[in-house]
């Protein structure tokens, strides 16, 4: 077949050529003659132009009738065998070829491996598959298809550390001289070369070079059998400068590059655009890296994949240390490691969430150490990297139990005896938690420590900036300080290309959202009875406790840094979540992680600046207005034993009644404070809750202010002042501080609990007024808002007319209006007006008398409200007249007849169990909304173990009336 003979000769290069089919020659010039009949190759390029050939193979269009022609088909197959064999063959020592040819063959295949597979000089498709099939056995060529990802991991350690000497060294430069860069430098400098472009370029030859390999099924299984793929390291910083994979995820930010500098002094539009440069600097690099594990993952075996997964399971237990408060990170491994491998965990999830089935995952691998002993074994000797996982999950703390319990529970349970085989879903799902726990989380913690740090250090430099006479040093402290912030600000613009990488976030916040998912599945998921009988299925309560807190620490950072990005993420299983675990049967142990939830809510509430607005997804959600009040409900009550009162409590209350405010002003949510009061027992607990609060906090801010009042006259007394010692003065200054610190923070708490029972007993505004006038609540929520109308109003009232009012959010009149509002909105019900007439410590008609004059000059109440007052006052004053009239009448009351504990005259006594002591129903269950113990004993009470006293109160009701009648007559 001569047409065939034809084709075979302008295949192998013989006859005219286009240049371009020369370009893997690295003599063009010299052999790039179209007239000649015949171009023969240089021994210089024998291996370019054995490829170029091949390539020819694979490219040129066949004629038609030879496509379909088994002995051409056969013949195009040998040739392209023989070229693969060829070409194999000028890699590796041998006589047909000279040494020189062999270099350059070596040469021409690493520049071809590292080319960018989108130009041609890469190598053509197919080419590696044959190569690697025809010398499947030869170890020679092995070593040379891997000698440059081998040398690049050996030389990446040299370049690294060339690059942080370089770092340090611009430092201490930059500390010595205490100057700052020059403002003319911008970031768009190219006067000094950027170590973080010279890692990612020589990064991506040897990932590209690796990627091609691994795309070979065997070559990538012996890769990970190089010995420099996984080794037996003691640290996390030796798996990333050692081991194959450590080398090339190893690229990372340079935090000295030219466009993070001088950040300071620049706009955010700039900053953020030289950060976003960056990052697309990296992204290929990135690219690549989450190509390369997913090939070694998902398609070259369970060899690669184990291999993979095992290295990984190194890294985390070797970075433990990363989670800890304080770590040397000179012995871990990197920011930019762990954000690369992120990246690459997070595509392998994908399949996993779109699947969405939650079974697949084994919540029994994060409790791999809590096993028997044989269970354990058996599984480390099928896959013996599990250790390094059993290792790491051996200390967290759980959702629910403690790993002693769990342990228990698992051993005790039906499916213990079940053989314990994890998937590689499993695996993935959890490693992926395990990467962004010490990667991402200790990332973001990080950068808001350095900023707090730096706020810090700007407010030290702009207090000495502030001085009037500054010397030399001063001048050289402002230098240095500066020079300091600027450097933290680049590292922390450094980590911000990762942390805010949408493509991450997003990634990420999936991910998150399918946990969510994931987790509330878990509950519902198995059918034996005794495991129904339990309030939490032993598969939830294996579920590490750092997962659901890097969830909530995730989302508030991104919600802090960037709403908008926020907006794109799915969160609805998230919200879901979050009322599951708030609340409830599966409410989580952790007081301060259900308090981080109530934090996380606030990224949904409408933005106080001009800012992209999320609560469309309150408003939207389908079943948070049926469950999120009775849950937030829940919380505000049982957080009151979980924390300690001020940092704790107070503060997670704070955000409370943040939701609460905006809840309320929507008419679902509304409704369902409306129906949560139909619960009288756990809104009564939420009530009682609330008056606590407000007497506390309103109280204590009072006083504060009551201090600096004093603390302000006495400052004001020049020469009083002056008479003490600098010591004293700066010991009474350092305590007026504090003070003011105090005093701002209580009374912005106090101010959000006053507006939250403002807004809830407005019946003209949705609001009601039952809850706040039962029995148990009424006398306290009377004499409450008779202290502080006294207190704003009286004769005290003086010692609150501090100066700089604002500075500690102190605002009387608005304070005012809220209390007598109050006392308005309660006095609908008599009940609340006779508990203010029984008050004999706080209410006085004089007082309350003076309170409306203020409210009419300030215009603090209507017309309308201010006659309301008056004839409330009127009741008021009838109430104590009548009671004034009865006590009289009464006279002495019989002890048998007084409370135990109050020494009042009981209307409907109790006995309370283990002390037959008798107290007045009233009076025992208000004690119990605060402490559910026996007041006499100590022991545990509830209000279902009282038992009604019948006969004595039928004897005190006989004794009342027999003492009215004689009174009568």
């Excluded at 994949?305 to 237990?317: D, K, P, Q, S």
């Excluded at 259900?594 to 408003?619: C, H, K, M, N, Y």
């Amino acid at each position: 077949m001569a047409e065939l003979d034809d084709l075979l000769i302008q295949l192998i290069g013989a006859g005219e050529s286009d240049e371009s089919d020369d370009i893997y020659n690295n003599n063009n010039d010299d052999n790039n003659n179209n007239d000649s009949s015949t171009k023969k190759p240089s021994s210089s390029s024998m291996f370019a132009f054995l490829v170029g050939c091949y390539k020819r193979c694979t490219t040129t269009q066949i004629p038609t009738h030879l496509e379909t022609n088994e002995d051409a088909k056969t013949c195009l197959a040998t040739l392209r065998r023989s070229l693969v064999s060829y070409a194999g063959l000028t890699l590796m020592p041998s006589p047909m070829f000279s040494d020189e040819t062999r270099r350059n063959g070596v040469r021409d295949l690493h520049r071809m491996l590292g080319a960018d597979a989108s130009i041609s000089r890469a190598l053509p498709d197919g080419f590696l598959h044959e190569l690697a099939e025809v010398y499947s056995d030869d170890a020679d060529l092995i070593d040379v298809l891997f000698q440059p990802i081998v040398a690049y991991a050996k030389d990446y350690i040299n370049v690294a550390t060339r690059v942080v000497r370089d770092q340090q060294q611009r430092a201490q430069q930059q500390q010595q001289e205490a100057i700052q860069p020059s403002a003319s430098q911008s970031s768009n400098s190219s006067s000094a070369e950027s170590a973080t472009n010279v890692l990612i370029e020589q990064s991506r030859k040897p990932l590209r070079a690796a990627l091609a390999l691994c795309r070979v099924k065997s070559l990538a299984q012996r890769f990970v059998r190089l010995d420099a793929f996984l080794g037996d390291y003691k640290f996390g910083r030796q798996v990333q400068n050692f081991s194959l994979l450590g080398a090339l995820m190893g690229v990372a930010v340079d935090y000295t590059d030219p466009r993070l500098s001088n950040i300071h002094q620049r706009g955010f539009a700039d900053v953020r655009s030289s950060v976003a440069r960056i990052r697309t600097s990296m992204a290929r690099t990135q690219r690549h890296i989450v190509d390369l594990i997913g090939v070694l993952v998902r398609k070259s075996g369970e060899t690669s994949r184990n291999a993979v997964l095992a290295w990984t399971a190194r890294l985390l237990r070797l970075s433990q240390n990363r989670v800890k408060m304080r770590y040397d990170a000179t012995w871990e491994a990197s920011h930019d490691l762990f954000a690369h491998l992120s990246l690459a965990f997070l595509d392998l999830c994908q399949p996993i969430m779109a699947r969405s089935k939650f079974d697949k995952v084994d919540p029994r691998f994060a409790a791999l150490p809590l096993l028997d002993a044989a269970t354990v074994a058996a599984d480390v000797e099928r896959k013996p990297w599990h250790a390094d996982y059993s290792a790491y999950f051996g200390d967290v703390t759980r959702l629910y139990a403690s790993n002693a319990e769990l342990a228990e529970r698992l051993a005790s349970s039906s499916a213990a005896t079940d053989v314990v085989k994890f998937n590689f879903m499993s695996e993935c799902f959890f490693a992926t938690h395990q990467i962004l726990h010490v990667g991402l989380i200790r990332a973001i913690r990080e950068s808001k420590h350095a900023m707090r740090n730096i706020q810090e250090r700007s407010d030290y430099v702009r207090h000495l900036e502030q001085q009037q006479s500054r010397g030399a040093n001063v001048a050289m402290v402002i230098r240095q300080q500066s020079a300091v912030i600027s450097r933290m600000l680049a590292q922390v613009c450094g980590m911000q290309v990762h942390l805010l990488n949408p493509d991450f976030v997003r990634s990420a916040g999936a991910f998150y959202n399918w946990t969510a998912q994931w987790l509330l599945a878990l509950n519902e998921r198995t059918d034996d009875e005794e495991e129904k009988s339990q309030p939490r299925s032993a598969a939830l309560e294996c579920v590490p406790e750092f997962i659901v807190e890097d969830i909530i620490e995730f989302y508030l950072f991104v919600a802090d840094q960037d709403r908008g990005l926020l907006s794109s993420l799915s969160c609805d299983a998230v919200l879901d979540m979050l009322v599951v675990l708030i609340a409830g049967p599966l409410a989580i142990k952790n007081p301060h992680l259900r308090g981080e939830f109530a934090q996380l809510l606030t990224i949904w509430l409408p933005p106080t600046t001009a800012d992209v607005d999320l609560s469309p997804v309150l408003r939207t959600h389908k079943t948070l207005p049926t469950t999120l009040v009775p849950a937030l409900l829940e919380l505000y009550v049982e957080i009151e034993h979980g924390e300690n009162q001020f940092y704790g409590k107070f503060n997670t209350r704070n955000v409370l009644n943040r939701v609460f405010k905006y809840l309320w002003s929507v008419p679902v949510y509304r409704d369902a404070f409306v129906a949560a009061m139909r619960d009288h027992d756990r809104f009564l607990r939420f009530t009682n809750c609330l008056c606590n609060d407000m007497i506390y906090l309103l109280d204590e801010s009072l006083k504060s202010l009551t201090e600096i009042r004093s603390m302000q006259l006495a400052m004001a007394d020049q020469q009083q002042w002056g008479r003490l010692s600098n010591e004293e003065r700066q010991r009474q200054q350092r305590s007026f501080q504090g003070t003011e610190r105090q005093a701002r923070s209580l009374m912005l708490l106090a101010t959000s609990t006053v507006d939250m029972l403002y807004y809830m007993s407005d019946v003209e505004n949705g609001g009601f007024v039952a809850p706040f006038v039962l029995p148990e609540v009424v006398e306290r929520m009377a004499h409450m808002v008779d202290f502080f109308i006294n207190r704003l109003s009286g004769d005290q009232v003086a010692q609150l007319k501090v100066e700089n009012r604002e500075k500690y959010s102190f605002h009387p009149r608005r304070l005012l209006r809220q209390i007598l509002g109050i006392f308005l909105h309660l006095a609908v019900d008599d009940a609340f007006l006779q508990a203010v007439a029984g008050d004999q410590r706080s209410y006085s008609i004089k007082v309350f008398s003076k309170a409306a004059k203020t409210a009419e000059k300030h215009s603090l109440l209507t017309s309308a409200q201010l006659d309301a007052f008056a004839h409330a006052l009127d009741k008021v004053q009838a109430f104590a007249a009548n009671a004034e009239d009865l006590e009289e009448k009464l006279g002495d009351i019989p002890d048998e007849f007084q409370d135990a504990l109050m020494y009042t005259l009981m209307r409907d006594p109790v006995i309370l169990p283990g002390c037959n002591q008798r107290m007045d129903r009233a009076n025992i269950l208000r004690h119990l909304l605060n402490e559910e113990t026996n007041p006499f004993t100590r022991q545990p009470l509830k209000a279902d173990m009282l038992e009604p006293d019948d006969q004595l109160r039928q004897r005190i009701e006989q004794w009342i009336e027999e003492k009215l009648k004689n009174n009568s007559c």
